[in-house]
């Protein structure tokens, strides 16, 4: 899976202001999993286990998207500090694996 190939996908239901795709660690251990970072709309955050739904639904009916099980709502996704614009994917996997 790529970043730039599944956040559009992702970024197309209207709920979702911004998404980001890293590898976590599973609590159970081994290596990264393919994972979607979500950054819902705020007066969508509500409806989080709906949404939740329609993304696995929208997930599967894409080739570059198929197979990725795990989503996580986050409040706001962190930026790279040198680039306003860019999210800091290593922060977002430091943070989630845990």
């Known amino acids: 899976h790529f970043p730039l190939c599944c956040e559009p996908v992702i970024n197309t239901h209207p709920e979702v202001e911004r998404s980001a ?3 976590l660690r ?3 251990g081994g ?4 994972a979607m970072c979500i950054q819902l709309r ?4 509500d409806r989080s286990h709906q ?3 329609e993304l696995k639904e929208l997930a599967d009916r894409h080739d ?3 197979g990725i099980d795990r989503f996580v709502f986050v409040d706001l996704l962190p930026v790279d ?3 306003n614009a860019k ?3 290593p922060a977002l996997a430091a943070e989630y694996s845990k």
């Open 21 to 23: 795709l890293v590898g």
């Open 26 to 28: 599973p609590a159970s």
């Open 31 to 34: 290596g990264p999993a393919p």
């Open 42 to 45: 705020p007066e969508a955050r």
């Open 51 to 53: 949404i939740l739904s």
């Open 64 to 66: 570059a998207t198929r």
């Open 81 to 83: 500090k040198r680039h």
């Open 87 to 89: 999210i800091d994917r």
